[in-house]
């Protein structure tokens, strides 16, 4: 069995720290606030030249520095993003041109902060089918674009940021022991798009929009969602939660990480948590937290890992891997 490898991993973060006393000013908010509902202590903002594209680009580069390799041996590039830097052509595309890639293809996956499991998920599809070698997958996001800064039950929650990784097809024995991703499974439900949306768009509006969140109905639904679809790669794995060795959830919020932690039976101390640095990066908060924790020697090879998120739409989603 072909099985998709992780080779390297790489992140980008924008210069800008904003910390949650630099709310004060100009919102009714606190750090104390912030931090009690959200965890959250700060987060990376895009400058002016800092953009979806060319942090996707520096955080792919360090993936491949990682796995050793060079833009060259890359045939596929995947990138979740849902702040590209044009309607179109594809962010990914702008990237591939960066690298200096001509040859293999790339395209965007909009799936919100869901969009790295669902790339990730995707490249694998397209390895295992054999219509590439090696993938770069992205998550980079520019969220700070779209955000309403007047609105505080929003503006303090989102960041900046990208995370990629490079996958590898290689043979498997098709067991458990196999490095790469043994299962996913992916979910969305339309029926919930006015709890989370970005109130514009070319075919509606005709203006790129804000982002629109009512939390409390987000909140209500993420914990057993995240749960259902855990539960599900667990049955496709054939493990149980007590076998894992790192759990990497999406980084939106810290009391959301911790409900669905506890229910579905992961200790703490075996759960990746960097929403107090970053906040909720969208797309790239799930590889900005597998590399803080290949980074400090938390993952080692041959532990096996769970990533997971939720967003906008809804979408959510699951992929275990062997590291």
């Not at 990497?248 to 009391?255: C, D, E, L, T, V």
């Amino acid at each position: 069995m072909i099985r998709s490898v992780v080779k390297g991993v790489g992140t980008a973060l924008p210069r800008r720290i904003m910390k949650n006393s630099d709310f004060e000013a100009s919102l009714e908010t606190s750090d104390e606030w912030i931090v009690q509902r959200t965890g959250i202590r700060q987060r990376h903002i895009a400058a002016a030249d800092e953009t979806t594209a060319s942090l996707g680009e520096a955080a792919a580069r360090a993936a491949l520095d990682a796995a050793g390799l060079q833009p060259a041996d890359i045939d596929l590039i995947v990138l979740g993003t849902s702040t590209p830097n044009n309607t179109f052509p594809a962010t990914a595309v702008e990237i591939q041109n960066r690298l200096g890639i001509t040859h293999g293809f790339a395209f965007d996956l909009q799936a919100v902060c869901s969009g790295f499991v669902y790339a990730i998920t995707t490249a694998d599809l397209h390895l295992k089918g054999g219509m590439a070698k090696r993938a770069l997958v992205i998550g980079s996001e520019t969220f700070s674009r779209i955000l309403d800064w007047k609105d505080r039950t929003t503006c303090v929650l989102f960041g900046d940021g990208a995370g990629a990784v490079v996958l590898e097809a290689e043979e498997g024995e098709g067991g458990l022991t196999d490095r790469g991703i043994l299962a996913a499974s992916l979910r969305s439900d339309g029926s919930h798009r006015e709890k989370l949306y970005v109130d514009g768009g070319p075919s509606t509006t005709g203006q790129v929009g804000v982002l629109r969140m009512e939390g409390k109905e987000v909140f209500k639904h993420a914990v057993g969602m995240i749960t259902d679809v855990v539960e599900e790669t667990f049955r496709q794995g054939q493990i149980s939660a007590a076998e894992l060795d790192w759990f990497i959830p999406h980084q939106a919020n810290r009391r959301i990480i911790e409900a669905s932690a506890k229910k579905l039976g992961i200790p703490l101390d075996k759960v990746v948590i960097t929403v107090d640095l970053h906040g909720n990066t969208s797309a790239a908060s799930v590889p900005l937290a597998l590399a803080a924790a290949v980074a400090d020697g938390r993952i080692k090879k041959g532990d096996l890992v769970l990533l997971e998120a939720m967003g906008g739409g809804f979408t959510w989603g699951a992929v275990l891997l062997r590291w």
